[in-house]
T-cell receptor, first 117, second 112 residues
Framework: GAVVSQHPSWVICKSGTSVKIECRSLDFQATTMFWYRQFPKQSLMLMATSNEGSKATYEQGVEKDKFLINHASLTLSTLTVTSAHPEDSSFYIC?????????????FGPGTRLTVL | SQKIEQNSEALNIQEGKTATLTCNYTNYSPAYLQWYRQDPGRGPVFLLLIRENEKEKRKERLKVTFDTTLKQSLFHITASQPADSATYLCALPSGSARQLTFGSGTQLTVLP
């Protein structure tokens, strides 16, 4: 149980285009979903927290107009990188925490490798 | 400000030995601490959670200790195997909405 999927697993795009990444909890309802970015040899950096039906909360330094998050249901959140630039190239990982638990265990998706040319 | 440090960036050990990884934190009073495993190009996988009132937790070959006085957690893998090679991350709760803050990770390599 507690499986989270991400799609696509990798994407290459041209500078200036937008890319959408989907995150789904497959077998549970997620109270909250999180989006992280990870650069090579570095740890996960939280970008934003989203709850179903409400606006995402962004971490300091993350541009909300650039990284659009939509959390349409208890099992789906999307991250859209708008007007992507080469510096946005990174590994994007989503996670979800389960509605029924009292702890903050997060279940992670497999990640999406974004390369912006 | 809150800070999490994992003692070494990389750790190499011989197969069969016990690997010990350290996670130190400052300016936190966490109710619990978590350990995750991350393989290259993959998302982290939850391993263990230990609460502030628990001194030790075990799961198969894994053992975690939590010393809230020292502000430190130790993560042990006994009888290590090459398949245990991965990056191990500790994480502490932060924020009001179930966020986690991760340490930088320790890359463990178990040599055959």
């Amino acid at each position: 149980g507690a499986v989270v999927s991400q799609h696509p697993s990798w994407v290459i795009c041209k500078s200036g285009t937008s890319v959408k990444i989907e995150c789904r909890s497959l077998d549970f309802q997620a109270t909250t979903m999180f989006w992280y970015r990870q650069f090579p040899k570095q740890s996960l950096m939280l970008m934003a927290t989203s709850n179903e039906g409400s606006k995402a909360t962004y971490e300091q330094g993350v541009e909300k107009d650039k990284f659009l998050i939509n959390h349409a249901s208890l099992t789906l959140s999307t991250l859209t990188v708008t007007s992507a630039h080469p510096e946005d190239s990174s590994f994007y990982i989503c996670s979800a925490s389960m509605r029924s638990t009292s702890t903050d265990t997060q279940y992670f998706g497999p990640g999406t490798r974004l390369t912006v040319l | 400000s809150q800070k999490i440090e994992q003692n070494s960036e990389a750790l190499n050990i011989q197969e069969g030995k016990t690997a010990t990884l350290t996670c130190n934190y400052t300016n936190y009073s966490p109710a619990y601490l978590q350990w995750y495993r991350q393989d290259p190009g993959r998302g982290p996988v939850f391993l263990l959670l230990i609460r502030e009132n628990e001194k030790e937790k075990r799961k198969e070959r894994l053992k975690v200790t939590f010393d809230t006085t020292l502000k430190q957690s130790l993560f042990h893998i006994t009888a290590s195997q090459p398949a245990d090679s991965a990056t191990y991350l500790c994480a502490l709760p932060s924020g009001s909405a179930r966020q986690l803050t991760f340490g930088s990770g320790t890359q463990l390599t178990v040599l055959p």
